[in-house]
């Protein structure tokens, strides 16, 4: 049965408010109204569509934990992290990432996500890149969203090394993975 404007506009902001990451889409499906209705909602109700709520939580979030780039320079947006252990990242495959004649994404830009995201995991001001293992698995396409999910699996504080694994998932189908041998300042 279908709610009135404002019965929905009021489930509306409680269930965005419970899932920040919920899409215009999984909304318009919950409420059986279509996603032009919610983007009209949330404009009512001036609240930001997914990207920016999103970007929101992560600026306040991690401003003061990301120590080794600033976060405007991580490729993708940060949605967890923990210091010199794990961290995942999204990423939305735009226009401007692919390629026009046939839309798969331009492999620099997977790249970037999980290499940025290898960087941003350190707990370390210094943070650089010394070698990388990677692997695309699969072609990713235009409007797919990439979840980037990184593990610290060795510190070596005399080599000044830090050793993580990224792993690229599109719906829960890997399509890069990467070893990146990180290179950190010994005087944490």
């Given at each position: 049965?279908r709610k009135?404007?404002?019965?929905?506009?009021?489930?509306?902001?409680?269930?965005i408010?419970?899932?920040?990451?919920?899409?215009?889409?999984?909304?318009?499906?919950?409420?059986?109204?279509?996603?032009?209705t919610?983007?009209?909602?949330?404009?009512?109700?001036?609240?930001?569509?997914?990207r920016?709520r999103?970007?929101?939580?992560?600026?306040?979030r991690?401003?003061?934990?990301?120590?080794?780039l600033?976060l405007?320079?991580?490729i993708?947006e940060?949605?967890?992290?923990?210091?010199d252990h794990?961290?995942?990242?999204?990423?939305?495959v735009k226009?401007?990432?692919?390629f026009?004649?046939n839309?798969i994404?331009?492999?620099?830009?997977?790249f970037a996500?999980?290499?940025?995201?290898?960087?941003a995991?350190?707990?370390?001001?210094?943070?650089?890149?010394?070698?990388?293992?990677i692997?695309?698995?699969?072609?990713?396409?235009l409007?797919e969203?990439?979840?980037?999910?990184?593990?610290v699996?060795?510190?070596?504080?005399?080599?000044g090394?830090?050793?993580?694994?990224v792993?690229?998932?599109?719906?829960?189908?890997t399509?890069f993975?990467?070893e990146?041998?990180?290179?950190r300042?010994?005087?944490?």
């Open positions: 049965m009135s404007k404002k019965e929905r506009q009021k489930l509306l902001t409680s269930t408010e419970n899932n920040l990451f919920i899409t215009d889409e999984d909304l318009a499906e919950k409420f059986q109204v279509s996603v032009q919610i983007r009209l909602d949330r404009l009512e109700l001036s609240i930001p569509e997914l920016e999103i970007k929101t939580v992560a600026e306040k991690f401003e003061d934990e990301v120590r080794s600033p405007e320079e991580v993708g940060i949605i967890d992290i923990e210091l794990s961290a995942i990242s999204i990423f939305d226009e401007e990432h692919v026009r004649r839309n994404a331009r492999g620099h830009h997977v996500q999980a290499n940025s995201l290898a960087v995991v350190i707990n370390d001001e210094l943070a650089l890149t010394a070698k990388a293992n692997q695309f698995k699969r072609l990713v396409k409007n969203r990439v979840i980037a999910k990184a593990k699996t060795k510190i070596d504080e005399n080599a090394r830090t050793f993580v694994e792993t690229s998932f599109v719906n829960n189908e399509v993975t990467g990146f041998e990180m290179y300042s010994k005087n944490r």
